[in-house]
């Protein structure tokens, strides 16, 4: 116990003494909460739409005012041929093509039916699928409005007609963020864990104080506790830090139980320290342990359903899916925030990473050699 | 006479084909300032790491302060000092915390540490410096306080591997006050060298080649055996037959 006093009390002399460092634990992780929910959105907005219009007619002119009041698109160019839209596509300057033939408003009075056109950009998928969407109900709803001004709606509608009315339970306004934040900062945390923890203990080898440590009695586990601990209160430091800009800025207060949180968290920050304990027993340098820590950070960070639901990865993937940490802390932190979810939801998660936590430590300390 | 306080018996590590330490026997008594010497490459550093339980031997026999250098590494680590090559105070820390952390994970007591910290500072002349980082010292005084912070749990014996490398002359001759001084205390001294006129301040001499140790004397006798002036001579005939380059 005494050993680990001293241990603990040397690393905090030199984490408070680093002021590099500290700034790289403390601020950037913030600065990153702050920036990166603008950034890591999936509304499709801004769309750049190029209607061709070869009718010029009350009812075209109606259409595309409709379209662009929605808010989601933006016109690219004004009274364009289809050859001067494919242009625009071609130069990117476009997303999208919607092309009114000539006789539209003739055709829809008359015969009651006509057809357009929309050309999309797919080389962004999802941008071309979403925008499509988008612009296929605005037409649908264009083509109900007329509808209703020209036919005299009889009795009983012919045509039977489906109405689906939507609720958005747990974050009512689809607020792209409240569903970033809570992932972003699991990833934050993670990432200063696993890589502060690596670069601190392979330091020591660089430097050679570590084969100091090593001809003196201290055991490998006060050792490696007094390089756990630090870490583990900085997680947690970091953690609270960001639930805090998270309601300071988006207004985010999880729904349920912050002590489950805290303790989920506790579990998931040993977890995440083995691995970078792991990565310090297979390093001698400091950069073998930051190329070793960017290679499982870039896999644990798209493979955890933070960008990408993963439902839609194929089987393969998603039982990779299972072997990452951060997939269950996101989607526990995501319940507990969003959805007020109690322990009973997430004792499987739970369960899971504490397992995670005592592999990965017993496999480091296993690894971890005071004799060669 | 008392028992050796090192004794090894066809001590030998082999990293493969290459065989590092070749069958060592040798005794170190109480005390005595053991000067172990060879060219770059000889050896030295692998000999030491096993005696200090840093590194496991791969056959013969060897114990430190009485303790097995296979089984009992954990007794041994608790009744040495170690100074490496490399400088191994942390720079970051003053030099008042360097002391304090390597006397309390001996196992000092606070009063221990406390009175340990203010002799050893005024031994080194360093109470003004007592709470500068260790990275703004110049080396000669970086060297003196590694030592001083390696003797500071009183071992029976202490292992320095190139203590003096890149010190000034006036420097290494306060060094091996401090050396002196410690085996006045009755610790054992175990030290690698380059330089010969160190060799000269040891009671016996070791020398390595390839591995082997060629030679085993006092310096005095050593220069008999060999009918030359100086140690540098002694060294010179030896180290000329050796195989390996060196490193």
Redesign the interface.
């Known amino acids: 116990m ?2 680990l ?3 603990l ?2 690393e905090f ?2 984490i408070f ?2 002021k590099t460092l500290l700034r790289s634990i403390l601020i950037a992780p913030l600065m990153q909460l702050i920036i990166l929910p603008w950034a890591a959105n999936y509304e499709v907005k801004n769309i750049s739409l190029a209607i061709v219009d070869n009718d010029h007619s009350g009812y075209s002119q109606k259409l595309a005012t409709k379209i662009f009041s929605s808010g989601y698109f933006k016109p690219a160019g004004a009274g364009l041929s289809y050859r001067e839209a494919e242009k625009l596509i071609e130069s990117d300057q476009a997303d999208i093509i919607l092309e009114i033939p000539p006789g539209f408003e003739r055709n829809l009075v008359r015969e009651g039916q006509q057809k357009l056109f929309i050309a999309a950009n797919a080389i962004n998928g999802t941008k071309a699928l979403v925008g499509s969407g988008y612009l296929g109900g605005i037409i649908t709803g264009f083509n109900s409005e007329i509808r209703l001004q020209w036919i005299t709606p009889p009795r009983f509608n012919p045509a039977p007609v489906i109405e689906i009315t939507a609720s958005n339970w747990y974050n009512p306004l689809m607020n792209y963020k409240v569903f970033m934040v809570p992932g972003i900062l699991v990833m934050l945390v993670t990432m200063i864990g696993s890589m502060m923890c690596a670069l601190n203990i392979v330091k020591e080898k660089e ?3 570590i ?2 440590i ?6 490998k586990y006060h050792f490696i506790l007094g390089k756990l601990i630090p870490f583990w209160v900085i997680g947690m430091v970091v953690f609270t830090l960001g639930l805090v800009i998270a309601w300071l800025l988006y207004g985010i207060v999880p729904l349920g139980n912050i002590g489950l949180l805290y303790a989920f968290l506790a579990v998931y920050l040993l977890a995440v320290l083995g691995i970078g304990l792991l990565i310090s027993t297979y390093s001698t340098t400091q950069q073998q342990a930051m190329s070793l820590s960017f290679f499982f950070i870039m896999i644990f960070n798209l493979m955890s359903g933070l960008f990408t639901p993963i439902e839609s990865m194929p089987g393969w993937a998603q039982v990779i899916t299972q072997f990452n940490p951060l997939s269950y802390f996101i989607s526990v932190m995501r319940m507990v925030v969003l959805k007020g979810s109690e322990f009973s939801d997430i004792s499987h998660s739970l369960l899971v990473v504490s397992v995670f936590a005592v592999v990965l430590n017993g496999w480091a300390i296993l690894n971890y050699r ?3 | 006479m008392s028992e050796p306080v090192i004794k090894t018996e066809k001590l030998t590590k082999r990293f493969g084909d290459f065989i590092a330490a070749d069958a060592l026997s040798f005794d170190v008594m109480p005390g005595e300032i053991f000067g172990f010497l060879g060219a770059n490459g000889a050896g030295k550093t692998t000999a030491m790491r096993m005696l ?5 031997p791969t056959s013969g026999e060897a114990t430190v302060a009485g303790y097995d250098v296979y089984r009992e ?2 007794l041994i ?2 009744n ?1 000092g ?1 100074m ?1 090559q ?8 003053t030099v008042v ?1 360097n002391i ?3 006397a ?4 000092l007591t606070d009063k221990a540490i406390r009175e340990k910290s203010e002799a050893l500072l005024d031994q080194l002349g360093m109470t003004h410096e007592a709470k500068k980082l260790v990275s703004e010292l110049p080396l000669g005084w970086k060297q003196k306080l590694s030592f001083s912070v390696a003797v500071i749990h009183q071992p029976k014996v202490v292992f320095l591997d190139e203590p003096t490398g890149g010190v000034d002359p006036v420097t290494r001759r306060q060094f091996w006050d401090l050396i002196y001084d410690a085996s006045d205390k009755g610790m054992t001294v175990f030290v690698t060298t380059h330089y010969m006129d160190e060799a000269e301040y040891c009671n016996r001499v070791s020398i390595m080649v390839d591995g082997r140790i060629d030679a085993l004397d006092s310096p005095q006798n050593l220069k008999k055996q060999f009918s030359v002036h100086s140690m540098d001579e002694v060294f010179y005939q030896l180290a000329r037959g050796a195989k390996r380059t060196a490193d």
Not at chain 1, 214 to 219: A, L
Not at chain 2, 52 to 56: D, R, T, V
């Open positions: 005494r050993t006093k001293f241990l009390q040397k002399l030199q003494r680093n430097i050679g104080t084969e100091q090593n001809v003196t009695p201290i055991r005071k004799t060669s | 200090c339980g840093l590194s496991k590494t954990d680590k608790k040495i170690y490496s490399k400088f191994s105070l942390y720079e970051d820390l915390e304090r952390f390597y309390g994970i001996y196992g």
